[in-house]
């Protein structure tokens, strides 16, 4: 079965537009609330690390998503908690990730 040159180069132009989506972040103008104190469980597991709870945002106000824990995706993983950063045009959310 071929496929034509066009339609790979439509379906290789529409992964690419996916890729800048995703790198996409909202910058909001009014600060988080503080963070609320949040009593964490015991882990799962050894390979299991606590994500923080933080407030997101949804429509003009924020939200509290509770943390929860995450299994590492491979062993020795450590996860760095994500947080807001202030800038110049408002806050931003910087993802937390495994390192």
Do not use: D, N
């Not at 963070?35 to 597991?45: K, R």
């Not at 509290?64 to 824990?69: F, H, L, S, T, V």
């Amino acid at each position: 079965m071929k496929t034509s040159p066009l339609k790979t180069l439509a379906f290789a132009a529409f992964l690419f537009g996916i890729s800048l989506l995703s790198a996409c972040t909202a910058t909001v103008r009014t600060a988080p609330p503080p963070v609320q104190t949040e009593v964490i469980p015991v882990a799962p597991g050894p390979r299991y690390a606590w994500v923080p709870g933080r407030h997101v945002r949804r429509g003009r106000s924020y939200v509290w998503q509770p943390g929860y824990y995450q299994a590492a995706p491979r062993a020795g993983r450590v996860y760095t908690q994500g947080y807001w950063r202030q800038g110049p045009r408002g806050y931003r959310w910087v993802p937390g990730r495994w390192r």
